[in-house]
């Protein structure tokens, strides 16, 4: 294989999203193929792929069955229209997932990404109670360290410190938010969900208090929390919200952009906690990360509540050009078809405990501060170098590139999340090149 050195005006123009561009231009890396669970590099690397792309290849890359379904859509139906009119592979996904969420008679909303998926379902939590001339219900209760895009709802939601200071001025109003459940001192090496922090759920009732039930339409989390470094719910808190939201007539929303289509070794989070929310938000694995998509699976009452006025009326003013795109809907069916036919999901549940014990196996090492994991999800969290937030990281990801291994760096930690297709080899294998890429980068 050839190594090719990019002559720096080629990466001129693309203003690359969350990347340290200069230090980027100056360092470049760049995929130039993918099959499987591996990445290669133009300059010849290849890389197994600890993150499944960005959490959304969970299949690995190329997959035959979604390329094939691909390539046959764009050659009979390009593009689709969905604004007053219909195409058959819309309606089929749309039934497959409800179905493979088991809850078949939900309303499937499509939208292009997880950040459009959630200003979806806020949109629709807002307008569902003023359906039932519970207008007022307007506030929406996010959480502290939560990732739910960058649009302008879901920013305003989202509790990243760094996501929202520039933005002020942008954030939507009546949005409150929970305390984030992470507290080392009393949770740090847990395996799996932490005892402790359970009793931070009641703090939803405080808030309620606060600005009475009547004003709130909608309480949104992330199951597990993943992008701000797999922060996972205490056990009992997931259950003690749903309560709280049910006695109140507030909408639970999942977003479950990361964990839905099998992370944590069931279909979706919901099915892993035994909590049903009212709106789910998907996307990335979704397609497996082949054609954009994202969307919101609707509880069919809430719906129903829409379904008012005259019959030539418009329910909801809100969709995108792009809703129920024929490509992401060929991708879509296919992936699942695949997720479900070749038992991937349980192939996750299988992999868990590989995985759970070669993160904590790394618990020794010098600059390792915690090891936090659910389903086939985990995050290390590195001692920072002093007065320099976020470099060890760098250095960590760019020592495990040198070990055969792409993994994710986000402030101060480390993601893994493979693709459920990776062997129990696979990844004792990681775990022996995380550790020397620690010891690398100290
Ligand atoms: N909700 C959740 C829970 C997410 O994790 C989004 C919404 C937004 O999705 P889009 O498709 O608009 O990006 C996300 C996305 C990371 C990482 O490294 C995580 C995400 C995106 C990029 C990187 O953890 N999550
Ligand atoms: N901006 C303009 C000028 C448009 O005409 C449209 C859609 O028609 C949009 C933005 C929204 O684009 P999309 O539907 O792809 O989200």
């Excluded at 080629?10 to 230090?23: C, G, I, Q, S």
């Excluded at 003013?317 to 695949?338: Q, R």
């Excluded at 479900?340 to 993160?359: F, H, I, W, Y």
């Amino acid at each position: 294989m050839t190594a090719v050195t990019p002559a720096a005006g080629d990466l001129a123009n693309w203003w690359m999203p969350f990347t340290h561009n200069r230090y980027f231009r100056a360092h470049p890396k760049l995929l130039a193929s993918a099959a499987g669970a591996y990445y290669t590099l133009e300059d010849g690397r290849r890389v197994f792929d600890c993150l499944s792309g960005l959490w959304c290849t969970p299949l690995g890359h190329s997959h035959p069955a979604v390329v094939a379904a691909v390539q046959q859509q764009v050659a009979t139906l390009d593009y689709a229209p969905g604004f007053q009119l219909g195409s058959r592979p819309a309606f089929e996904l749309a039934a497959r997932i409800a179905k493979f969420a088991s809850r078949p008679d939900d309303k499937v909303f499509f939208a292009n990404s997880g950040s459009e998926a959630v200003d979806t379902a806020l949109k629709i939590a807002v307008a569902y109670h003023r359906a039932r001339g519970e207008g007022q219900r307007h506030r929406i209760i996010g959480r502290e360290r939560a990732y739910h895009g960058v649009g302008l709802g879901g920013m305003s939601v989202g509790g990243i410190a760094g996501n929202r200071k520039t933005f002020s001025t942008l954030m939507i109003g009546g949005v409150d938010h929970l305390p984030h459940t992470y507290n080392p001192e009393h949770m740090r090496f847990s395996r799996g969900q932490p005892e402790w922090g359970t009793h931070l759920a009641n703090e939803l009732e405080r808030i309620v208090q606060l600005h009475d039930a009547s004003n709130i339409a909608a309480v949104i989390v992330e199951p597990m929390q993943g992008s701000t470094g797999v922060i996972v719910p205490p056990v009992g808190y997931l259950k003690a919200l749903r309560e709280i939201c049910t006695r109140h007539g507030i909408l639970l929303i999942f977003d479950e952009v990361i964990t839905g289509f099998g992370r944590l070794g069931t279909p979706f989070a919901a099915d892993f906690f035994g909590v049903q929310p009212d709106l789910t938000t998907f996307a990335k694995a979704a397609t497996n990360g082949v054609v954009p998509l994202g969307g919101v699976l609707v509880r069919a009452d809430i719906y129903d509540a829409f379904m008012s006025g005259p019959e030539h009326s418009i329910e909801l003013f809100h969709g995108y050009t792009y809703s129920g795109h024929p490509l992401a809907m060929a991708a879509g069916k296919a992936a699942l078809e695949t997720l479900v036919k070749d038992r991937l999901v349980e192939s996750a549940a299988q992999l868990t405990p590989v995985l759970e014990n070669v993160m904590h196996g790394l618990r020794d090492q010098e600059l390792v501060t915690d090891v936090r994991n659910l389903g086939l999800a985990a995050a290390l969290e590195l001692k920072p170098v002093d007065g320099k937030p976020g470099l060890r990281a760098i250095r960590v990801f760019e020592a495990a590139l040198d070990q055969g291994l792409l993994v994710r760096a986000s402030g101060d930690t480390i993601a893994v999340a493979p693709p459920f297709i990776a062997t129990e080899t696979e990844l004792k294998d990681m775990g022996v090149g995380l550790a020397k890429a620690l010891r690398q980068a100290l």
